[in-house]
């Protein structure tokens, strides 16, 4: 055997033994929580519940919704505490191929992501659903009686997350552009309409059909995108020819 295919099983052992150290400590964690599945998801479905009527419940349709359900928003919360461990594990596996220069960005950026990601899950959480449910419970009219479905429920939660974590991740795509050279500085604040114009359509597509909840997707992602480019200005050296200087290192490498 080759030198070349004993690095590259080596790599793929290493790799193998990286995901089951993560997929381990995401499995304990949830062995944990699971006892209290119940108040993982009532924990969960409590904004919705503060602004139902007062003797109003969710209702579940399906037969076995009531016990996956629970089970599927245990998994997320477990993912969600273990993630450290995950990231350390993807890090320590792509740490060791990278440069000094390499690791001193990526550690940062991984971290910084990171914590962002759960910033924008707690955002949504804590004032967008409430405010989106309050909108929609003042709306309603006053002859119907609302029961939202959990599974439904949970699949509204789950891209609501998701849209708002990736949209706290803007400044840290903006200051990765600006320092890899692709896009100077200017260049990104030259860009200032068209990220207007594409946060309201991308809030349009991505959120239920209300103004709300597209305004409290549409302003952060448009100021995000502004700390983005105020720190990547205190961080880079404005180069117009960002994005000509990138081409250039990656021909010469």
């Not at 909840?213 to 020819?241: F, H, N, T, W």
Request: glycine share 6%; hydrophobic share 60%.
């Amino acid at each position: 055997m080759s030198a070349v295919q004993e690095t590259f099983i080596s790599h793929l052992v290493e790799l193998r033994d990286r995901l089951l150290r993560a997929m381990l400590a995401v499995l304990v964690v949830f062995l944990c929580l699971m006892p209290w599945a119940g108040d993982v998801y009532d924990l969960l479905a409590l904004p919705m519940m503060q602004t139902l009527p007062e003797g109003t419940h969710m209702i579940a349709t399906g037969v076995i919704t009531p016990f996956f359900v629970p089970v599927k928003v245990t998994m997320m919360a477990a993912f969600v505490i273990a993630l450290p461990v995950v990231l350390y594990q993807a890090w320590a596996f792509v740490a060791p191929g990278l440069y000094a220069h390499e690791r001193r960005l990526g550690l940062p950026l991984v971290l910084g992501s990171t914590i962002l990601f759960v910033l924008g899950m707690a955002f949504c959480y804590f004032f967008v659903f409430g405010t989106v449910f309050k909108f929609i419970a003042e709306f309603a009219p006053k002859s119907i009686t609302p029961a939202p479905d959990i599974e439904q429920y949970l699949s509204f939660v789950m891209t609501m997350f998701i849209a708002f974590g990736l949209t706290f991740e803007v400044p840290v795509a903006v200051i990765l552009l600006a320092k890899t050279g692709v896009v100077s500085v200017a260049k990104l604040a030259a860009a200032r309409p068209y990220v207007i114009v594409g946060a309201f359509v991308v809030a349009a597509v991505i959120t239920p059909p209300d103004v709300v909840s597209q305004l409290l997707l549409a302003i952060p992602m448009c100021l995000l995108y502004e700390v983005g480019v105020i720190i990547a200005r205190i961080l880079v050296k404005d180069r117009p020819d960002g994005g000509e200087e990138a081409l250039e290192r990656i021909e010469s490498n």
